[in-house]
């Protein structure tokens, strides 16, 4: 199974500061990488599918970016409303598989 | 707008089968256009994919669930169904169904979800 790595586990930022998540792969998985968003006692929301494009609705302070085994998940300007765990989810193959997950704070 | 909506016991005990329904409304199974999805999370293994299934019973499962796992279809009542057996505390945890975007190739995100039951295994 591939395996994917999120780091940090957690962070801590302030309103208005640029936030970036990684999430790496255990081989190469292209361009198939999908990012949600977790808020407590939710299920995951979908943000970007395919590394970098954005869902219908989601603020463009959001942005994906990478490929191969490296990826990198960006909030430009991070907002309260953004306080959430972001989960990176590989479709290279089956099965498909999460990372483990990046707490925000502020 | 799409909805999906899980149901089934809270609690389940050890060594016996779980089975959990989820309720399409919004969209059509039938249409072909989508695999349906469960996915679970717990606080040891994070979010987990089980499996997915299509209108005309196509199935993928985990392959380390497949042993214990059937996921079935009813297009005619817009339904589609977990079965579960052996269950075990390592299986506690939220179940989720969710909705693959596509049915073609490398077209595997799940755009809408329901919103999850938790499930404890315990006697």
């Known amino acids: 199974d591939i395996q994917m790595t999120q780091s940090p586990s957690s962070l801590s930022a302030s309103v208005g500061d640029r936030v970036t998540l990684t999430c790496q792969a255990s081989q190469d998985i292209m361009k198939y990488l999908n990012w949600y968003q977790q808020k407590p006692g939710k299920a995951p929301k979908l943000l970007i599918h395919?590394?970098?494009n954005l869902e219908a609705g989601v603020p463009s302070r959001f942005s994906g970016s990478g490929s191969g085994t490296y990826f990198t998940f960006t909030i430009t300007s991070l907002q309260p409303e953004d306080v959430a765990t972001y989960y990176c989810?590989?479709?290279?193959?089956?099965?498909?598989?999460f990372g483990g997950g990046t707490k925000v704070e502020i | 707008q799409v909805e999906l909506r899980e149901s089934g016991p809270g609690l389940v005990e050890p060594s016996q089968t779980l089975s959990l329904i989820c309720s399409v409304s919004?969209?059509?199974?039938?249409?072909?256009?989508?695999?349906w999805s469960w996915v679970r999370q717990s606080p040891g293994t994070g979010l987990e994919w089980i499996g997915y299934?299509?209108?005309?019973?196509?199935?993928?499962?985990k392959s380390s669930l497949k042993s214990r796992l059937t996921i079935s279809v009813d297009p005619s009542r817009n339904q589609y169904s977990l079965r579960l057996t052996s269950m075990t505390a390592a299986d506690t945890g939220v179940y989720y169904c969710a909705r693959r975007f596509g049915s073609g190739v490398h077209t595997d995100w799940f755009d809408f979800w329901g919103q999850g039951v938790l499930v404890t295994v315990s006697s």
């Open positions: 299934i299509y209108y005309d019973g196509r199935a993928g499962y």
């Open positions: 919004g969209d059509s199974i039938s249409s072909g256009n989508h695999w």
């Open positions: 395919g590394v970098y």
């Open positions: 989810q590989h479709y290279r193959e089956l099965p498909l598989t």
